[in-house]
């Protein structure tokens, strides 16, 4: 790696008061957390079950202080700035220069997909650059190019007839279309990028990142490549990503909750990581020189290719002296996500074992510590589910032991509580932001919708987040013991779930529920109850599977508008005229 250069922030931004707010900040939530941890456990003196659970909880600790602390920061600059969006990037163009002077690649990473679902998002973002831009300078400017890893001859055939049919419907269209494909998909995506940038693509100033499942809209990339253009300097330009309009209730109810999460997660996140921040690798934009430079990934000692490529790229780029910066906005970046429980699992999963490699990362030389810290915080996302699971198992040790007869249970109830809130931090307060501010609310459906929809989704995460957890912890201990797993082609259609496959795929989970449960109920008084929210929807698995992948049951949400987002009420329209006058004011 070549010797960094020095970053530099604006000096506005104060990059070194607004880093120890935040760490005061977490450290103030931490000690306050720890605090009633002590008052649960100390009372009657320490077992050895008791010292097991506590020096597990304090491993959790650091994500949960993460998740209050980028929350706290985002609410507050959500409802304090009209901007919040300029006020953590610095540049940001809202209200764009057109035409750009830059040539941007659009490219699209395809392995094995329908292409139904794949081309119309496409669609919609070309005939949206045409109509603002003008066919012309559309041309000009950007460029789509298919990059398809696709093996499978069968595959690759629908593939190839898919798009032939798609380029000659666009024959008269001013932005041009390529197709690519590597006989050997080396490197997996990333791979798959670099060939692509260390040919054709090394004539563009830049490339805008797509997975097969991404949908932008021509407004948001034209905002990007403005705010690039006006930063010499920016590698990364990475837009917040929200669910597109989802069919199945899973995926409603998941990403109703990801999506307010995320919004002030990242917008407290950006304010104090500044120009090195993320790069979840689609939906972004990036400048092609530095990227061929700095952010091409050698294999790993073993051999094995690095999975989770995007945050190994970011923090490489960081110690290159250049800066990646997030735009927390929401409009015009969209993403698919699983449609069922088993396919969210399967992809947690495959990310787990990606962000484990980071591990051996760690120690790359010439890294920035903040780029350090990039590759620990996506380590403690995974990493902290089996220390909850070690901690429910010392709990339920302790409890058979009769080592928690002395709790107090007003503080364990004010524990579990609190500890619950902070991690959940992100999306409560922007559900609170919402239905503070009406007219944000409006687009969701007014502040009763937004009501409503909260809390389906947060029953939804009480019975979500203790089978991902257990489902994750099970899976990093097969890891740990020498499992391997690729990077397969996932599954993005909403379709229904058989009972006998569901108890097949989640029976594990179901099974530590029911253990769990029975040994507290067998070791008498109340600490079956104190179970119950980690226990029970361990046990429930099985029927909640089920359920959030019914047709019927999707189809009643869809009805009553629960969780609807406004992409599903008022859908972005496409540009029908050329704007040539604004162009020429430009």
């Not at 190019?145 to 696709?150: F, K, N, V």
């Not at 490339?207 to 300097?233: K, N």
């Not at 220390?387 to 198992?393: K, P, R, S």
Request: hydrophobic share 50%.
């Amino acid at each position: 790696m070549t010797a960094p250069l020095p970053l530099r922030p604006s000096p506005a931004e104060r990059p070194g008061l607004r880093r120890a707010a935040f760490f005061l900040t977490c450290l103030a939530i931490g000690l306050g957390l720890s605090a009633l941890a002590w008052r649960v456990l100390a009372p009657d003196g320490w077992t050895g079950w008791e010292v097991a659970l506590m020096a597990a909880w304090l491993g959790t600790l650091p994500w949960t202080c993460l998740c209050a602390g980028n929350a706290l920061f985002g609410f507050v600059l959500g409802l304090a700035r009209r901007d919040p969006v300029a006020s953590v990037v610095p540049g940001w163009q809202r209200h764009p220069v057109l035409p750009p002077r830059a040539r941007t690649a659009i490219a699209v990473c395809l392995r094995n997909e329908s292409m139904a679902a794949v081309l119309p998002p496409l669609a919609r973002l070309l005939d949206g650059l045409e109509a603002t831009l003008g066919p012309a300078a559309a041309a000009r400017g950007f460029t789509l190019w298919l990059l398809s890893d696709t093996q499978d001859p069968v595959a690759a055939a629908a593939e190839d007839a898919a798009i032939a049919r798609f380029a000659a419907e666009r024959d008269d269209r001013g932005i041009a279309l390529h197709h690519r494909r590597r006989a050997l998909n080396t490197g997996f995506k990333a791979g798959n990028v670099m060939d692509f940038l260390d040919g054709p693509g090394r004539g563009f100033d830049f490339f805008l990142c797509l997975d097969a499942d991404s949908e932008m809209s021509a407004a948001a990339v034209l905002r990007l490549v403005a705010t690039m253009q006006a930063e010499p300097r920016l590698a990364i330009l990475q837009q917040l990503i929200v669910g597109r309009p989802a069919d199945s209730a899973f995926t409603r109810l998941f990403q109703f909750g990801m999506r307010a999460g995320m919004r002030s997660w990242a917008t407290g996140q950006a304010w104090w990581q500044l120009d090195q921040g993320p790069y979840w690798g689609h939906n972004a934009l990036i400048r092609v020189a530095p990227f061929r430079a700095h952010a091409r990934l050698e294999p790993l000692a073993d051999g094995r290719a690095i999975l989770s490529h995007d945050q190994i790229e970011a923090v490489r780029l960081h110690a290159a002296g250049w800066k990646v910066r997030c735009v927390p906005e929401e409009a015009g970046s969209q993403e698919g996500n699983p449609p069922s429980l088993p396919d969210f699992l399967t992809r947690d999963r495959r990310w787990g074992a990606g962000n484990m490699q980071y591990f051996s990362l760690l120690r790359l030389p010439g890294l920035t510590a903040m780029g350090r810290w990039q590759l620990v915080q996506a380590i403690l996302l995974f990493l902290s589910a089996p220390l909850w699971l070690l901690v429910m198992l010392a709990a339920i040790g302790n409890a058979v032991s009769g080592g928690g007869e002395g709790t107090p249970p007003a503080a364990l109830a004010a524990l579990l509580i609190a500890n619950w809130a902070a991690i959940h931090a992100p999306k409560l307060l922007s559900y609170l932001a919402l239905l503070l501010r009406p007219r944000r609310a409006a687009p969701y459906g007014g502040p009763m919708a937004v009501a409503r929809g909260a809390a389906a989704e947060i029953l939804f995460t009480t019975l979500l987040d203790p089978v991902s957890l257990a489902s994750k912890a099970i899976f990093l201990a097969g890891l740990a013991c020498g499992r391997r797993i690729g990077w397969a082609p996932q599954n993005r259609d909403a379709h229904g779930l058989a009972w006998r496959d569901a108890a097949r795929l989640l029976w594990p989970e179901t099974l530590l529920g029911l253990a769990g449960l029975a040994t507290l109920a067998a070791a008498g008084g109340t600490a079956w109850a104190w179970g119950l929210p980690f226990l029970a929807p361990l046990v429930l698995a099985a029927p909640f599977a089920v359920l959030t992948a019914s047709p019927g049951f999707s189809r009643w949400m869809r009805n009553a508008r629960l969780c609807a987002t406004p992409e599903e009420l008022a859908p972005e329209r496409v540009p029908v005229a050329v704007r040539e006058p604004a162009l020429a004011a430009g």
